[in-house]
């Protein structure tokens, strides 16, 4: 950072970081927030959601904590997780879910302009990563109307408000399988989750 003559980060969070960390000169610092093709990534009609499904979507890697979604669908019958991507905790991430009894699938990288479809089969989005600079998979999903989990971890609870635009879970497997039954359970609450998602993406 220091020696770049100019340093680009995706959130104002990131820019208060680097500037108090490394002591970087304001004006040497700008933020260019990571863009989604809000016309791409739009709720579409006439898709059948899948009950009891939670997707997620980023690299099969530890700081991910894909293991947190599987120990969260664990406890709750029925329940589905599709992760797309690829990365080195694929056999560890199929060898928990099949000692938990979870329904995984693991369809690799999906082409970007066929994600908006795949990602509204499903019922909510998950994400459950130790931290995040400013996640482009889940402002994709609320572009795409939604309905969001997260776990409160920097670059997530900064842009889920709990019960506002997505449900904020502690990260951990009760309190997340605790909000994933919540979502299930309540379609109205979805529903407005699922339009504040969308108006949070097209504001922001």
């Not at 899948?50 to 099969?60: K, Q």
């Not at 406890?75 to 080195?88: F, K, N, T």
Request: some cysteine; overall charge positive.
């Amino acid at each position: 950072f220091r020696q770049a003559s100019h340093c680009q980060v995706p959130t104002n969070d990131l820019f208060e970081w680097v500037k108090n960390t490394y002591n970087i000169p304001a004006e040497k610092l700008s933020v260019v927030p990571n863009f989604v093709e809000t016309d791409v990534f739009t709720p579409l009609s006439g898709i059948r959601k899948r009950a009891r499904s939670v997707i997620s979507v980023g690299r099969l890697v530890p700081v991910k904590r894909f293991g947190l979604l599987i120990g969260a669908c664990a406890g709750i019958p029925g329940a589905e997780l599709p992760l797309v991507g690829e990365g080195p905790e694929k056999s560890n991430l199929e060898r928990q879910a099949k000692e938990c009894g979870v329904r995984l699938n693991l369809p690799g990288n999906i082409p970007n302009g066929d994600l908006p479809k795949i990602i509204q089969e499903h019922a909510i989005f998950g994400i459950t990563s130790e931290r995040e600079g400013h996640p482009k998979a889940l402002t994709e999903a609320m572009a795409c109307g939604m309905p969001v989990l997260g776990v409160r971890a920097i670059g997530i609870q900064n842009i889920i408000t709990h019960k506002k635009n997505g449900w904020l879970a502690e990260p951990a497997r009760e309190s997340i399988a605790k909000g994933l039954s919540a979502l299930f359970e309540n379609p109205k609450l979805c529903s407005r989750l699922s339009a504040t998602a969308r108006e949070y993406a097209l504001r922001n």
